[in-house]
């Protein structure tokens, strides 16, 4: 596989685009007086089924096949396991490291009301800093989703754009989740939707770390490792982040059809 300088460069490019989506749903808290939860539920269904089917068809498959090629078929398959489950691990920790009342996956649905239709009383210092930590915890987690996505982009553009596309639907809700305490804290649009565009780009520095640091030492069989680290992570992902946020307002047939629609949608695009 011969990894060059445009494909890195159309995988950041990417990488930057699914993290300004959480900008995006920033701007969207503060011009929706209502949040349409079934969308937002069927949207994140969607985005999970595309991850989980993109992992276990394309990336770990991918990933097995080259290393048993290059292992030999034992050692293949256990060091595309080892890494899958490695990549399970790290984002596990990555939970584990962040405080379980700041961490995006533990926090309870936030209400997507604009701010003046809150009491006078929300604007506090409390508030304030929850939603600066809160920033923060979606930053870090943002952080592995720019390395999976610029791992998808290196083995072929149509799947770069799929994972890339799949993790901009999801970012949209976290902005919005960002805004809205930092906005009941602060009285503030602008810094509000400041820090929530901040949160976003740890993604594009992922994936720019990512190719800086490992691009003088690309080889098929490290492509394949970080293909399996990356299915690992993004399994991770959509079963303890998306599925639960999906379900967060009771529309759980709805995140089972769209589910269903984004594995139905990966498997005819890589089809194709």
């Not at 069927?42 to 096949?65: C, D, H, K, N, P």
């Not at 078929?73 to 890494?83: F, L, N, Q, R, V």
């Not at 399996?228 to 946020?245: N, Q, T």
Request: hydrophobic share 55%; with cysteine.
């Amino acid at each position: 596989m011969t990894i060059t300088f445009s494909d890195v460069c159309f995988g950041f490019l990417l990488s930057l685009l699914a993290g300004l989506a959480t900008g995006a749903g920033a701007a969207v808290a503060f011009f929706m007086k209502k949040t349409d939860t079934k969308l937002l539920t069927f949207a994140l269904g969607s985005s999970a089924g595309v991850m989980v089917y993109i992992s276990f068809v394309e990336l770990l498959q991918t990933a097995r096949g080259t290393l048993m090629d290059v292992r030999g078929e034992s050692a293949g398959g256990w060091c595309a396991s080892a890494a899958f489950f490695g990549g399970i691990l790290l984002a596990a920790l990555i939970d584990k490291l962040v405080p379980e009342d700041e961490n995006p996956h533990e926090v309870p649905a936030l209400p997507c009301r604009l701010p003046e239709e809150r009491a006078a009383e929300t604007r506090s210092p409390g508030v304030r800093r929850s939603g600066m930590l809160f920033a923060l915890a979606i930053a870090i987690h943002n952080f592995p989703e720019g390395i999976a996505t610029l791992a998808s982009a290196l083995s072929s553009e149509a799947l770069g754009v799929s994972v890339a596309a799949a993790v901009a639907v999801h970012n949209i809700p976290e902005g919005i989740a960002v805004a809205v305490p930092l906005y009941y804290g602060t009285g503030s649009r602008r810094k509000a939707f400041l820090l929530s565009f901040l949160s976003g780009l740890a993604e594009p520095l992922g994936a720019g770390l990512a190719a800086l640091f490992l691009m003088p030492f690309i080889t098929p069989a490290l492509i394949a490792v970080l293909f399996a680290l990356v299915a690992g992570i993004m399994v991770y992902i959509s079963f303890d982040e998306l599925l639960p946020m999906a379900e967060r307002w009771g529309h759980h047939h709805l995140s089972i059809y769209g589910v269903v629609l984004g594995m139905l949608l990966m498997a005819v695009i890589l089809a194709l």
